[in-house]
C-alpha cells in the first residue's frame, strides 16, 4: 500500500462551487502533512499546512482525521485561478500523492 | 538567498550516457529530496537526505546514485541513461524543527534518446 493516496479527479466544477478533495496516508506514526499547488510544468508550491485541530486560510479549510488517517481540503468559491493540481504530502519521508487535478470553469 | 537552485534546467542524454544533477541550497536545511514526476502523474520520492554524510532511498531510487558530502549540495547521479528515465526531476528541501513545509528547486526537464 502507497504511504499516501489521492484521488486523481479530475474535477471540473463551474466558478462559485465548493470542491473537497481527499487523501489516505497509511502510517500511523505520522506527524506532519500538507497542501501544495502545482500550476503545469512548475515546481509545487505549499498551499497550506493541515494542523490537528483543523485549519482555514481563507476560501481554503485542511484538516486531518488520524482516526481514520485521512487529511481534506474545501475550496469553496471556487475561483478560475484555483485551477491546477492539489498535491498531498505527508510522513517523515515526505510522500506526495498522486496530485487531484481541478479545472475551475466559468 | 536563491533557496533551492538545480542545474541544468534542460537536458537531453542518449542512452547509456551518464549525468549528475545538481541541487544546492543556502537555507541551511538538513533535509533534502530528489523526486521524479512523469507528465500527468504526481511526485515519486527517489532518494532523500537527512544530514551531511547520511542518504537513504525513497520509492524509486533504481538507477539512481546520491551524495550529501555538505549540507549545502545533495547531486542525483544517473549512470546508464534510459528511455525510462525521461521525467522532470525536482529537488526540494526541509527543516528538521520548526515550520516542516519544503520547498522546492525549479526543476530538471530530462529526456533521454
Known amino acids: 500500500r502507497k504511504e499516501v493516496e489521492q484521488d486523481p479527479g479530475p474535477f471540473n466544477v463551474p466558478e462559485g462551487a465548493t470542491v473537497a478533495f481527499n487523501c489516505t496516508y497509511s502510517n500511523s506514526a505520522s506527524q506532519s502533512f500538507f497542501w501544495y499547488r502545482q500550476d503545469c510544468r512548475k515546481e509545487p508550491k505549499l498551499l497550506m499546512s493541515?494542523?490537528?485541530s483543523g485549519n482555514e486560510d481563507g476560501r481554503f479549510t485542511a484538516q486531518l482525521n488520524r482516526a481514520s488517517q485521512y487529511i481534506s481540503l474545501l475550496i469553496r468559491d471556487s475561483k478560475l485561478s484555483d485551477s491546477a493540481t492539489y498535491l498531498c504530502?505527508?510522513?517523515?519521508?515526505?510522500?506526495f500523492g498522486t496530485g487531484t487535478s481541478l479545472t475551475v470553469i466559468p | 538567498n536563491a533557496g533551492v537552485t538545480q542545474t541544468p534546467k534542460f537536458r537531453i542524454l542518449k542512452i547509456g550516457q551518464s549525468m549528475t544533477l545538481q541541487c544546492t541550497q543556502d537555507?541551511?536545511?538538513?533535509?533534502m529530496y530528489w523526486y521524479r514526476q512523469d507528465p500527468g502523474m504526481g511526485l515519486k520520492l527517489i532518494y532523500y537526505s537527512v544530514g551531511a554524510g547520511i542518504t537513504d532511498k525513497g520509492e524509486v531510487p533504481n538507477g539512481y546514485n546520491v551524495s550529501r558530502s555538505t549540507t549545502e549540495d545533495f547531486p542525483l547521479r544517473l549512470e546508464l541513461a534510459a528511455p525510462s528515465q525521461t521525467s522532470v526531476y525536482f529537488c526540494a528541501i526541509r527543516r528538521d524543527l520548526g515550520p516542516l513545509e519544503a520547498f522546492f528547486g525549479q526543476g530538471t526537464r530530462l529526456t533521454v534518446v
Open positions: 493541515v494542523y490537528s
Open positions: 504530502v505527508g510522513g517523515n519521508q515526505f510522500y
Open positions: 537555507m541551511n536545511h538538513n533535509y
